[in-house]
């Protein structure tokens, strides 16, 4: 199969189902920030591994957050197939049940019972993995924004319970974040309102 097949050249993709769009319609930008998620998710799987990001603890490792974010990639790619086919009918659009989100909240549950209580709201950062992970989600949040456009702007077909996925997800990765920074022993930084207390404002 070719990479190339010039079909876009004329600045119109092809949608499941067969609908022609332009490549500035909402669908293909819901399309497109799907991707970026799951391609900032690609380079935190590989952070995870990396000697910055070896957990501080024995026997702690990363082994149960590869294997979210593995699933999460896979079901990132059926939902973009369900957002390919939303105007109009088409066979190839994967199912994409409830219980899916269900499992991102019991994935919620899990990782925050191991992290410490937040007293104030914290900036992205910490080491690569961690950094990434903040990144994601606020690109996952993005997605979310496009979805409920594109929702609002008109669909064949429903994307709700995609829809609630993306705003569980958005959740499951600012705790992800906190996992990855924790268990290496890097210190979250509380956002110094104003300005006016401790500079560095690190807790953990």
């Not at 939902?79 to 994935?107: H, I, M, N, W, Y």
């Not at 929702?151 to 990855?180: C, K, T």
């Amino acid at each position: 199969m070719k990479i190339y097949t010039k079909t876009g050249d004329d600045g119109e993709t092809g949608l499941l189902g067969g609908v022609r769009v332009s490549k500035s319609h909402l669908a293909i930008g819901a399309c497109g920030a799907l991707d970026e998620t799951n391609s900032i998710i690609g380079v935190v799987r590989s952070a995870l591994w990396t000697r910055e990001s070896q957990p501080l603890k024995e026997g702690i490792n990363f082994d149960d957050v590869d294997a979210v974010l593995s699933r999460i990639q896979n079901e990132l790619f059926d939902l973009g197939s369900r957002v390919a086919a939303c105007l109009g009918e088409s066979q190839r659009a994967t199912e994409f049940p409830e219980s899916r989100s269900k499992k991102l909240e019991q994935d919620i549950d899990l990782f925050q019972s191991e992290l410490p209580p937040l007293t104030a709201f914290i900036l992205p950062g910490g080491n690569t993995a961690g950094s990434s992970l903040h990144l994601a989600r606020a690109v996952c949040r993005r997605s979310e924004r496009d979805i409920v456009a594109l929702i609002e702007s008109g669909v064949q077909q429903p994307l709700d319970l995609e829809l609630i996925y993306l705003n569980r997800l958005g959740d499951l990765l600012f705790v992800l974040a906190r996992i990855a920074n924790v268990r290496t022993g890097f210190p979250e930084t509380q956002w110094n309102v104003g300005g006016e207390k401790n500079p560095s404002n690190k807790v953990g």
